[in-house]
């Protein structure tokens, strides 16, 4: 059975820093494509970062250059790493492996 458990989320003013966490268990993060995506109230749930099997990565215009994805396989953990945050960020943060498991999900509240 696929889990995958977010964790690092908090409130952080804005220009801050937060790095998230998501701990899988039943797959192996290497093996599969891992993304975070992002809800805010009230919007759709959105793809915010992905890594492929292969290492590579891609990000949502909004969090180009200020958001970096990355996984330790030894901890079967993925990362995501939020650099100036802005208003805009908060959202709760969900992990999502193989199109259908997701997180609980963490929350990202940026606010001075």
């Known amino acids: 059975q696929v889990q995958l458990v977010e964790s690092g989320g908090g409130l952080v003013q804005p220009g801050g820093s937060l790095r998230l966490s998501c701990a899988a268990s039943g797959t192996i993060v290497s093996l599969y494509a891992m993304y975070w995506y992002r809800q805010a109230p009230g919007k759709q749930r959105e793809l915010v970062a992905g890594i492929s099997s292969e290492g590579r990565t891609n990000y949502s215009d909004s969090v180009k250059g200020r958001f970096t994805i990355s996984r330790n396989n030894a901890k079967n953990t993925v990362y995501l790493q939020m650099d100036s945050l802005k208003l805009e960020d908060t959202a709760v943060y969900y992990c999502?492996?193989?199109?259908?498991?997701w997180g609980q999900g963490t929350q990202v509240t940026v606010s001075s």
């Open positions: 999502n492996t193989k199109g259908k498991y």
